[in-house]
């Protein structure tokens, strides 16, 4: 019964469909009838303009995202538990040709105007200093935590305000519109949001993710550079068609809202039998929670798999558990049990 | 009937098949049971010890390799019509960090030892000049030419004598082997090569490559930067077992030879019909003729989609054809007649 | 009696006296007065408004102009022979973040608008291939060959048609201006050139070249660009008045053309010695003839060094001799008589 | 009177007349026989074997070192203030391409093996984290402390055990020296240092700076990639000698330490004069004091220029006075008197 990451699950029946149903020859690279059709899917989803283009993995999208946006000398906001600076492997310094990551703070792995401020306002502008051009925000957070419409809205005015992109890492962007039941719109374009990493793989696609640039503003000087720019890092399949046929059939019927919402249920479950022992309110499909040594080891006795996470100031030990589109109900209802058990 | 290219064909039912038994949860990354299932598989092929990293484009394959052989001071041999140097959008330049391809020239895309020689002996050794530090060679050539063992054990002599290392773009490896008839071990790691890009993609495989080291020498030293430097480029898949999963099928039972096979003889089914047209010798699955526009505009209007080609001095026009493992027996040969019949 | 180089001659008188008269502490970087004196010189020097950057090496110039121009997936066109593909070991990869050297043909080094467009002209716009951004062209060139103010002009026209940036390498401008008779901005900013990397290393200086952006215009977006580019390559100076100081007093009262006359007359009254020894016509302060070994041993035994150069097809061997500022004239006749009595 | 910083101070006339006797034409770059002289010089003054580069600044001078020590994918330990991470424009993501600074704490600005094991303890060793692979210390600090022979060997310890190179930014190393009293070897290669930026421009010389690495151990390997870096960088400059120089002027008589010990004993004349309005101690020529901006204005109003600095909690303001080799004593008393007045 494994919760160690949504990022390896099993990949959905309608996805594997679509992609069989892609299989005839079609162009190559992007030049294929589905690819062509991913603008008008994510415009449509987004209620105003929108070009999307794929890529394979999450890290790709970002550093892509990010790349454009900040010059080789510039830096890019972001907060110090965010996937982009700890666990990339150093992406972001490739893509942007190192450029800086520019570390605020922030309870749960959220910015705040406030925070952003105070980990800019110090940088004197001069050329000794990097300056910062953007701020990447990741939604749902590294916690778990979710960004409130009004809250990339406040991050966005600040961004405009500084003249700085907006990037949102959305690797968990299904769980955190699942979670606050709003219009994706509401948390993105609309709140101030230049180019948003779509994630379908953690969310029941195999290999594919969208970099969604929302127009028709200054985003459109992005897109060229980012398309020239994913072909240079060797991330323009040649049989794109198979991405794109993941990232149209999630969206289809909003597939991708339904299998959030299965993941957030299953974490709100186990949430509920961890009560005191939560970390961090849980919003999207993880849990982080107290447990001993001892609790862990009985819990995987219990043959429950989980990572180990650092364990916050005065608490025994900590465990991270994530649940998944397909989480199994039996599973997650026996851990449920298991934990309140402890 | 499109003969544009195979690196947009159908994916094998074979490989579906693999990726759909491959759909349990497993760990992420390369972690899963396939996964590391890969450097045993390409032992065996290969005769001797060999680790294989998957990444989803030979772009990505050829730049990663290059990347751990050359310092961002540092220099490649490659020929001027090389992928690497035409048709990757710099990917090269972004991998190393700004190493050049050092241009040597050969016809039909071959290298020799005596043009590689011709291209480095000028180099002058001091910090002014960029020295080379590899060689990259494609096999099947970039005009469907294929390197005999004892042509590139000639290169890998000479990259010995130079203390250079030796990669093998082997974006169509599969043309090159079924061709030849020998042992994949003959033209590659018995002649020197440290480091092979074993194309699947075009010979029936979805979106994964292998980058092959062969050991047990001084390869092993370029296997751990590849690793971090695949993460860093973002294509390190988190449901990496699906790409496992392509390149063990296609493995199984020879199967990436016989598809290369199939090409191949569709390929030279149109060869026989060119005749005299031909601007190179047919050794894979790419077929390239001189056709009048005329002639060109004729065959289309047949049914028949293909690529126009840079014509030679002294031609009316060229045409670039490539059948795939799954060309269509009916197609080749209505083609086959209808060049025949110009 | 050296003849190998201008480039480690010594340093004018008037430059070592402006050095010391700016031994004063000043504000550090290019905050001190001299410093902030250059835009104006400039503007003065070629009639319009000018921005210029001091830098210690034609090679940084160079490097951080091309880099303001072209993205790191882009391409430079320039010179097969031009010096930032030669001898600049690998500088502008490093710069531009791997950005592609496109080389182009031409008669002693020169590049035409015949040859540039040969180049790019077969790059399909596609993401595959490396877009030209940005034409570079040395004046005079590596082979002591000088542009017209019509050559520049219709290489510039070209640049615009084109929508490329133009940047010249001037490491011997001077040399070329000397010998042209002409106003500077003749060749540069009335010819469509943006940025000019005006050396004055070679004619007198000691270690300060001076980078120059015409405006009004589309330059002014490159001033920034190289500002924050010179600091993160470390060549912001802390005494950087000591570098303005040097051009300033090669710009007061022409000195740098002076210079520059000298030198090219030392070099013109070489090439008349040599005569139909002559690889190329002498405009600027190079001589290239054609000597064989034995000759060239003989000129040596005499006491005359200079560098040994690639032979033309058919020549028995060839030398380079460089005059410069201060070439002793007893030397330069003693080595035109020896030349002559070869 | 100018207490800003020594990093614009006037060149000492040994400095000027060394310059000046170097001026008769030479070998060009670091083949003149100044440049040649450097590893002797270096070699003499640690004791042992090393090689010394020059660069014109100090932030090339880290940089290039740190590139040669760490690859693009891996990480340098330094001091969250420290020059390479606050000062330096983005230069170390320059030069390495990317690689990211590791930062950790430390009273002072001073590292310890406690405070760089806390920062990177907790990297777990897998390819989504970037692995250190080198520690960068300043001697003296940012604050101006100095770290003692046995607090760099109980680094260098460290570093060994871990396998991590080690840098010292020596931008004020001389300051260091003359405070300590100790041998120069005592510091740095005894300790464990592999790599040192010996900054001289700060210390009565124009625009050189020297890389030493010692031998003749594993810092040999270093070498050669830096020599070809600072090529490809822009930094080998044609009239090397210059450098070269001045840097043989201020080791000739030990000089630079002379030049150091002055520096310092202004120093500490201002902080006997600050008491307890020190922020930290004085131990080379930097003073950082707590002042409010009542008495900022009073000591400007007198005619003394510093700048500001940032106050530390509950301090109403603070203010950086930097001596020089070369300050006024006279303008050093009355600002000593100044500051007790207040």
């Known amino acids: 019964m494994k919760f160690f990451s949504d990022n390896a699950a099993s990949v959905h029946p309608r996805v594997w469909a679509a992609m069989a149903a892609a299989d005839a020859p079609d162009h190559g690279y992007d030049g294929d009838h589905l690819s062509q059709r991913l603008d008008a899917a994510f415009s449509d989803l987004f209620g105003r303009p929108a070009t999307a283009l794929w890529v394979a993995t999450g890290t790709a999208a970002n550093c892509l995202a990010l790349a454009a946006m900040v010059p080789p000398y510039g830096g890019v906001v972001c907060h110090r538990e965010a996937h982009i600076e700890t666990d990339e492997g150093g992406a972001p310094g490739f893509y942007t040709h190192g450029a800086k990551l520019i570390l605020a703070e922030g309870d749960g792995a959220k910015l705040t105007p406030e925070t952003i401020t105070a980990a800019i306002a110090p940088i004197r502008d001069d050329v000794h200093r990097v300056q910062p051009h953007a701020i990447s925000i990741t939604q749902s957070t590294e916690y778990g935590r979710v960004y409130t419409?009004?809250?990339?809205?406040?991050?966005?005015?600040?961004?405009?305000?500084?003249?700085?992109?907006?990037?949102?890492?959305?690797?968990?962007?299904?769980?955190?519109?699942?979670?606050?039941?709003?219009?994706?719109?509401?948390?993105?374009?609309?709140?101030?949001?230049?180019?948003?990493?779509?994630?379908?793989?953690?969310?029941?696609?195999?290999?594919?993710?969208?970099?969604?640039?929302?127009?028709?503003?200054?985003?459109?000087?992005?897109?060229?550079?980012?398309?020239?720019?994913?072909?240079?890092?060797?991330?323009?399949?040649?049989?794109?068609?198979?991405?794109?046929?993941?990232?149209?059939?999630?969206?289809?019927?909003?597939?991708?809202?339904?299998?959030?919402?299965?993941?957030?249920?299953?974490?709100?479950?186990?949430?509920?039998?961890?009560?005191?022992?939560?970390?961090?309110?849980?919003?999207?499909?993880?849990?982080?929670?107290?447990?001993?040594?001892?609790?862990?080891?009985?819990?995987?006795?219990?043959?429950?798999?989980?990572?180990?996470?650092?364990?916050?100031?005065?608490?025994?030990?900590?465990?991270?558990?994530?649940?998944?589109?397909?989480?199994?109900?039996?599973?997650?209802?026996?851990?449920?049990?298991?934990?309140?058990?402890?």
């Open 149 to 342: 419409p009004d809250e990339v809205a406040a991050i966005g005015a600040l961004a405009c305000d500084r003249d700085l992109w907006l990037h949102m890492d959305g690797a968990r962007f299904g769980n955190a519109v699942a979670h606050l039941g709003c219009h994706p719109a509401a948390v993105t374009a609309d709140a101030g949001v230049d180019a948003l990493s779509f994630g379908f793989v953690k969310n029941g696609g195999l290999g594919a993710e969208a970099i969604v640039f929302f127009g028709e503003g200054r985003a459109d000087a992005l897109v060229d550079t980012v398309r020239r720019a994913r072909k240079r890092a060797g991330h323009l399949q040649s049989k794109g068609r198979y991405l794109a046929a993941q990232i149209l059939a999630l969206l289809d019927g909003d597939l991708w809202l339904d299998n959030a919402r299965a993941a957030n249920a299953a974490a709100t479950e186990l949430a509920i039998a961890a009560g005191d022992r939560l970390l961090h309110p849980v919003e999207a499909d993880e849990v982080f929670l107290v447990v001993s040594p001892a609790e862990a080891a009985a819990l995987r006795a219990a043959g429950f798999d989980f990572y180990d996470w650092n364990a916050p100031a005065g608490a025994p030990g900590a465990a991270r558990l994530v649940t998944a589109w397909n989480s199994d109900p039996t599973h997650v209802a026996a851990l449920a049990r298991a934990i309140a058990a402890l």
